[in-house]
C-alpha cells in the first residue's frame, strides 16, 4: 500500500510537472539555455580536459610515482597508500566529479583496493578553485572568499582522518597496468564525453527541478536558496548573493552549499561510481560530515 501511494505521489508530480513545463514553455527554455551555458563556460571547459589528461598520466603510471613518493606519508595520516596522493592532488586541482572519475579508472585497474576508493571518495571532494573563486567574489570581500575556500579544503583533511580505519589490509604495492597510449585515447576522449553528456543532463535536471520547485511553491528568498543551494550549487550561491542577511549568516549558508555539494552533484558522483565496487554512500557521509565541521570552523572563525 505505502509503495503504491508512494508511486501515485510521484507520478502526480510529473504530470504536474509537465503541465507546468508546458504552461510555461518560454520560462523552461530559458533555464535550459541556462544550464547549457553554465555547462559549456564552466564545466566543460575546466572537466574535459583534466578526464582526458587524468586517463593519460594513468596510463604513463603517474600514481605509481606518487605511491614511491607519499605512500609514508599518507598510510600514515590516511591509512591509505599513496596511490591515493595522485587521486587527491587532482582532485584538488580539476573539481569534483573528477575524484569519482578517477577513482574508478584506478579501481578497475587495481591500482588502489575498494576499500581505499571508498575512504578516498569521502575526502577528496574539491569545487573547483578558480569557480569558487568566481562564485564568492560576488558575495564576500577576498578574505572571507579565501577563508571559505581554505575551510572547504582543510575540513577534507579532517575528515580523511576522522574516518580512516585503523588496520586495512593493504598490499605493498598496487597492480599499476600500462595500456596502449595510443588505443586508449580515443577510449579516454569517448569515455569523457559520455561521463560529460551524464553530467549536463544533471545539471538541467536539477535547474528545472530548481525552477518548477521554486515557482509553484511560494517561498521566501531565505528558503528559496537554501532549496536551491541543497539541489544545485551555483544556484544556491547566485540566489545568497540577493539575500539581505548578515555576513556571517551568509557565510554560514555558503560554507554549507558548497561542502554539502548538492544533490546534482551526488547524483553525478553516484552516474559515474556504477558498475564499480565503490560505494556512493561514503561520498554521502563524508558530505554530511564535511558541511557540519565546515559550518562549526566558520562560526569559529
Known amino acids: 500500500m505505502k509503495e503504491k501511494l508512494l508511486n ?15 504552461k510555461n514553455n518560454k520560462e523552461v527554455a530559458k533555464v535550459i539555455m541556462e544550464a547549457l551555458n553554465l555547462f559549456v563556460s564552466k564545466v566543460f571547459v575546466s572537466l574535459f580536459p583534466m578526464f582526458v589528461i587524468n586517463n593519460i598520466l594513468i596510463n604513463l603510471n603517474i600514481p605509481y610515482y606518487f605511491y614511491k613518493i607519499f605512500n609514508k606519508l599518507f598510510l600514515k595520516v590516511f591509512h591509505v ?10 582532485s584538488l586541482i580539476s573539481g569534483t566529479p573528477s575524484n569519482a572519475y578517477i577513482l574508478k579508472e584506478l579501481e578497475s585497474d587495481g591500482a588502489i583496493t575498494k576499500e581505499e576508493a571508498n575512504h578516498l571518495l569521502a575526502f577528496t571532494y574539491f569545487s573547483n578553485p578558480l569557480f569558487l573563486t ?15 575556500i581554505l575551510i572547504h579544503y582543510i575540513t577534507n583533511i579532517i575528515i580523511g582522518i576522522l574516518l580512516r580505519k585503523k588496520a586495512l589490509n593493504l598490499p605493498k604495492a598496487g597492480l599499476f597496468l600500462k595500456r596502449n597510449e595510443k588505443m586508449s585515447l580515443n577510449k579516454s576522449i569517448t569515455k569523457s564525453i559520455n561521463t560529460l553528456l551524464m553530467i ?17 511553491v511560494n ?14 550549487i551555483t544556484n544556491g550561491l547566485n540566489n545568497l548573493a540577493l539575500l539581505k542577511i548578515s555576513v556571517k549568516l551568509k557565510e554560514i549558508i555558503a560554507i554549507f552549499i558548497i561542502c554539502f555539494g548538492g544533490l546534482s552533484i551526488h547524483s553525478q558522483i553516484k552516474a559515474i561510481l556504477e558498475d564499480t565496487k565503490i560505494d556512493y554512500k561514503y561520498f554521502l557521509k563524508g558530505r554530511v560530515m564535511h558541511a557540519f565541521v565546515g559550518i562549526i570552523l566558520i562560526i569559529i572563525f
Open 134 to 148: 568566481l562564485m564568492l567574489k560576488m558575495i564576500f570581500d577576498s578574505f572571507t572568499t579565501l577563508k571559505i
Open 219 to 232: 517561498i521566501n528568498p531565505l528558503g528559496k536558496t537554501l532549496i536551491a543551494g541543497f539541489l544545485e
Open 81 to 90: 597508500r599513496g596511490v591515493g596522493a595522485y587521486v587527491f592532488v587532482m
Open 8 to 22: 501515485f505521489t510521484f507520478c502526480l508530480c510529473c504530470f504536474g510537472s509537465i503541465f507546468f513545463i508546458f
Open 200 to 216: 549536463l543532463g544533471t545539471i538541467v535536471f536539477y535547474m528545472l527541478v530548481i525552477y518548477i520547485v521554486t515557482n509553484i
